[in-house]
């Protein structure tokens, strides 16, 4: 590595990882893969890797898609020749297949190769993205039932935790591989309206995991594994509605409005309001609308779509197609 990137390296993980805000621009290569992560969380992803990452562990990508996310991690562990000699890998997870609403993450012309239909494959189009970049391990397999037996983990990067099942399964597999100490998880969806359980069992988990980065302008909140899991920890945990009381709700809320910066608040209050709504309690689901957004807040894209959720499911529609329709993916 050279001398200016050793220091920096140095530097960043002295000072606790924040590397977005050394404005190390990313690569267009990067820019160009369609997928769901701004451009500040594909730059963080690449000064992870740049400037932080040991090598001690693995990385592991769960729900990859195009690639977004794996190609800054893989291109810069290619580029530290101090980490060529050791085992590490990137272990890429998908079930690469397409959903309809994956139509809507296609943004441009240029994109239009990247067009399946619902159930094909994309796995190809995955390839082709990480084409020339080594050490990526692609794993098609269901998270929900997936086994890891690879060892050490050093960085998860979470895109998959889409329903409280999915992700216990996860948090039983994965997270007890964390390195303590040095180890890293990204929540992606952790400013996000639809994924309520994240909080709750990120809450749960706090004693463990601490806020490392809350990367701007999105979704991502990184969290620092202090000490490693211990497996009985996660393995014990469940995710029950009906069990989980209002003081669990509003710890849990408030401990994650902390660590996330204030002008997105409202979207982690909507997930909240979700809670609440499948919880049945939809006096306590609106008044979060109602008293704890702002009416600025309230025009956010996120929070209305929070808000016709809850209204579908108040009144689900009748026929399928609009049942599927209105089936709206966390992002
Ligand atoms: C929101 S997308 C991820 C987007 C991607 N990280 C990006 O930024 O472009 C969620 C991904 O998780 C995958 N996924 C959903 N459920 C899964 C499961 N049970 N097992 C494996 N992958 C799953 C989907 O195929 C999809 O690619």
């Given at each position: 590595?050279?001398?200016?990137?050793?220091?920096?390296?140095?530097?960043?993980?002295?000072?606790?990882?924040?590397?977005?805000?050394?404005?190390?621009?990313?690569?267009?290569?990067?820019?160009?893969?369609?997928?769901?992560?701004t451009y500040e969380e594909r730059r963080f992803l690449q000064n992870y890797c740049r400037y932080v990452y040991s090598?001690?562990?693995?990385?592991?990508?769960?729900?990859?898609?195009?690639?977004?996310?794996?190609?800054?991690?893989?291109?810069?562990?290619?580029?530290?020749?101090?980490?060529?000699?050791?085992q590490q890998r990137i272990f890429a997870y998908d079930l690469f297949r397409w959903e309809k609403w994956m139509d809507a993450c296609i943004t441009n012309v240029s994109q239009a190769?990247?067009?399946?239909?619902?159930?094909?494959?994309?796995?190809?189009?995955?390839?082709?993205?990480i084409k020339d970049v080594d050490n990526v391990v692609i794993?098609?397999?269901?998270?929900?039932?997936?086994?890891?037996?690879?060892?050490?983990?050093?960085?998860?990067?979470?895109?998959?935790?889409?329903?409280?099942?999915?992700?216990?399964?996860?948090?039983?597999?994965?997270?007890?591989?964390?390195?303590?100490?040095?180890?890293v998880v990204?929540?992606?969806?952790?400013?996000?309206?639809?994924?309520?359980?994240?909080?709750?069992?990120t809450y749960r988990l706090r004693d463990f995991l601490i806020l490392l980065y809350d990367v701007k302008d999105s979704a991502s909140t990184a969290f620092r594994c202090r000490?490693?899991?211990?497996?009985?920890?996660?393995?014990k945990e469940t995710f029950e509605l009906e069990s989980i009381c209002e003081d669990e709700v509003e710890e849990a809320f408030s401990y994650s409005l902390h660590l996330i910066n204030s002008s997105l608040s409202h979207r982690v209050l909507s997930a909240k309001a979700l809670l609440y709504f499948d919880q049945g309690r939809i006096e306590k689901a609106e008044s979060v609308f109602r008293e704890e957004m702002s009416a600025e807040e309230k025009k956010d894209g996120e929070v209305m779509a929070a808000m016709s959720l809850v209204a579908t499911?108040?009144?689900?529609?009748?026929?399928?197609?609009?049942?599927l329709s209105d089936n709206i993916p966390p992002g």
């Open positions: 590595m050279k001398f200016r990137n050793r220091l920096v390296y140095y530097l960043a993980s002295k000072m606790g990882l924040h590397v977005s805000f050394m404005r190390v621009p990313l690569s267009e290569r990067t820019k160009r893969i369609p997928g769901m992560l090598g001690t562990g693995h990385i592991v990508d769960l729900g990859c898609w195009m690639g977004s996310s794996t190609l800054p991690l893989a291109i810069e562990r290619s580029r530290r020749p101090d980490l060529i000699v050791n190769k990247y067009h399946y239909s619902p159930g094909e494959s994309f796995r190809s189009a995955f390839e082709g993205n794993r098609e397999q269901d998270l929900a039932t997936a086994q890891w037996r690879d060892g050490d983990i050093e960085f998860l990067f979470v895109d998959a935790m889409k329903t409280p099942q999915l992700a216990l399964a996860i948090q039983k597999q994965f997270f007890p591989m964390i390195l303590g100490g040095k180890g990204v929540h992606q969806d952790f400013v996000h309206y639809y994924t309520y359980w994240i909080h709750i069992l000490k490693r899991i211990p497996p009985d920890v996660v393995q499911r108040r009144n689900p529609p009748t026929n399928v197609e609009s049942a």
